[in-house]
């Protein structure tokens, strides 16, 4: 299946001279939806993934079904104030400013080997910093998996010391 004919490209969104990926087109296609999932989970086995780590919110999206899939659990990594339990934090830097994410604590043991999904590598600052809280909590990225990847802002430099697989690649928006 080509998922690249499923995915929506929105010109001028949100800004003049973007072009947006549109995921809403292939999640609403029910045989699209589930091709993407099984393919990214196919990327997966064999890696020992213990649990799926997924940053909010588009990395739910993909992250869960995955995660169903591979007969493991899934851990949401969300935006300060989100999660009820105790949370460790991680700061990173924005092309204007900065944000921050989050875990709870009590989420990833020590040596527990994980994969992280989410819809989209563009610059790498979002899976970097993900990457860095599944570390800091003694969490083994084994795997990166996105559905699409811009390699054009070669956010994938940032990662190269990690497995990175992608189903669609734009080279240019």
């Known amino acids: 299946m080509n998922l690249e004919e499923k995915i929506r490209n ?13 995921i809403t087109t292939l ?5 699209a939806f589930r091709y993407a999932v099984s393919q990214m989970a196919d990327h997966l086995k064999g890696l020992g993934v ?9 990395g739910f999206i993909f992250g869960t079904p995955v995660a169903c899939e591979l007969g493991v659990g899934f851990i949401p990594i969300r935006k300060p104030g989100k999660l009820p339990a105790e ?8 092309e204007y400013g900065s944000d921050t994410l989050e875990i709870h604590k ?5 040596g527990m080997k994980v994969a992280i999904v989410d819809d989209l590598l563009a610059t790498g600052g979002t899976v970097a ?14 795997g990166l998996e ?11 430099d940032k990662l190269s010391n990690y497995k990175v697989n992608t189903l669609v690649e734009y080279d240019s928006e």
């Not at 213990?50 to 588009?58: F, L, N, S």
């Not at 949370?87 to 924005?94: A, K, P």
């Not at 990457?131 to 909590?137: D, F, I």
């Open 10 to 22: 929105v010109q001028d969104f949100p800004k003049p001279g973007i072009g947006f990926k549109d």
């Open 50 to 58: 213990e649990a799926i780590v997924g940053p909010e919110a588009r």
């Open 27 to 31: 999640i609403a296609d029910g045989q």
């Open 106 to 110: 009590d989420a990833i043991r020590p």
């Open 129 to 142: 910093a993900v990457v860095k809280l599944v570390e800091k909590l003694g969490g083994q990225v084994v």
């Open 146 to 156: 996105f559905l699409i990847e811009l390699t054009f802002l070669k956010g994938r």
């Open 87 to 94: 949370v460790e934090s991680f700061e990173y830097d924005l």
